[in-house]
């Protein structure tokens, strides 16, 4: 456990970019940050001056919450659908009639048709899930962990030759993951979020930690990561990993069927602040197993809707 301790170092994550041309949104973030606003000054009313701001005619997830009023996590099959996607994982923005940029935020740019996805009883959406992750990574600058944003998944889960994990993705190791102990993965299917992290992704014997508030028994996406693992050791290092240790931990469990995504941060926050050794050994000690009901999750608090909103307000602000 120690050793394990040990190894964790500090972390300079990155984001991914979202395919839209940087120039472009940069130009747009400019001209949005021109529009006059009197921003409230307390959580009443800010999600209502965000839709007033910006308004979006239709929600990209009409159709979705139609066909699923009720997350069913009791099938081990799992569903790779992100909770920004379609059926075919592609999103039709030309059925949004005013689906115009909110803001930039690094390579984030977030749209009308994001802001929808923070009403209360929708489930929050791969962009609002990487803007939250990308500002407490920055709040947390002295962090020790890599948190990979939701794509990095999505990437993985698509590729159809499972031979394949590490060789099509190898090109994400750069910019400084490699010397990090500790990788922080989203993950979204059947449209639930839930958080997998791996300690110590680079040794003989990494373990994998599934963070989940509607906890199952069995996950495919830690296949998937676990045969990845083995592919990027074995191409790396010339070798085979000697064992994968899997840890499903007990942390709260979620109210209701929509608020996975608020869960996830927090659990993704986790491993960024200063707790990260206190976390780990109560996570790696044997004897005395963490509960859901351990003060370490009153220590970090779930995150709301509005808190999320006014994380939107303080980059507006920042561009007057």
Not at 155 to 164: F, V
Not at 179 to 207: A, L
Request: glycine residues 2%; hydrophobic residues 35%.
């Amino acid at each position: 456990m120690n050793s394990l301790l040990n190894q964790i170092t500090e972390s300079s994550p990155r984001s991914q970019s979202r395919g839209i041309k940087r120039k472009t949104m940069e130009e747009r973030a400019k001209a949005v940050a021109k529009r006059p606003r009197i921003v409230p000054q307390d959580d009443s009313g800010l999600f209502s001056f965000i839709r007033n701001l910006f308004p979006s005619v239709s929600s990209m997830f009409e159709q979705n919450e139609k066909q699923n009023t009720v997350i069913d996590l009791s099938d081990t099959t799992d569903d790779f659908y992100t909770c920004s996607e379609t059926e075919d994982n592609t999103t039709d923005y030309n059925t949004i009639e005013d689906n115009s940029m909110v803001f930039l935020y690094e390579r984030i740019a977030i749209y009308n048709n994001d802001i929808d996805c923070l009403e209360e009883g929708k489930f929050l959406n791969d962009k609002i899930i990487d803007f939250v992750l990308s500002v407490l990574r920055d709040s947390y600058r002295q962090n020790q962990t890599y948190v990979f944003d939701s794509m990095f998944f999505i990437k993985l889960r698509d590729i159809r030759d499972p031979k394949n994990y590490y060789r099509k993705t190898s090109s994400w190791f750069k910019n400084g993951v490699l010397s990090k102990n500790i990788w922080v993965i989203p993950v979204c299917d059947n449209y639930h979020w839930y958080v997998i992290t791996v300690i110590n992704p680079e040794s003989v014997r990494p373990q994998i930690l599934v963070m989940d508030s509607w906890k199952r028994e069995y996950y495919t996406s830690v296949d998937i990561v676990k045969e990845f693992l083995k592919q990027k050791f074995s191409a790396e290092q010339e070798g085979d990993i000697e064992g994968i240790n899997v840890e499903i931990i007990d942390i709260p469990q979620q109210a209701n069927p929509y608020d996975c995504g608020l869960y996830a941060i927090r659990s993704a926050e986790l491993f960024m602040t200063e707790l990260v050794p206190y976390y780990i050994s109560l996570i790696l000690n044997q004897e005395n197993k963490i509960t859901s009901a351990h003060e370490i999750y009153q220590k970090v608090e779930l995150l709301t809707r509005s808190q999320i909103v006014r994380y939107f307000i303080d980059v507006l602000k920042k561009h007057d």
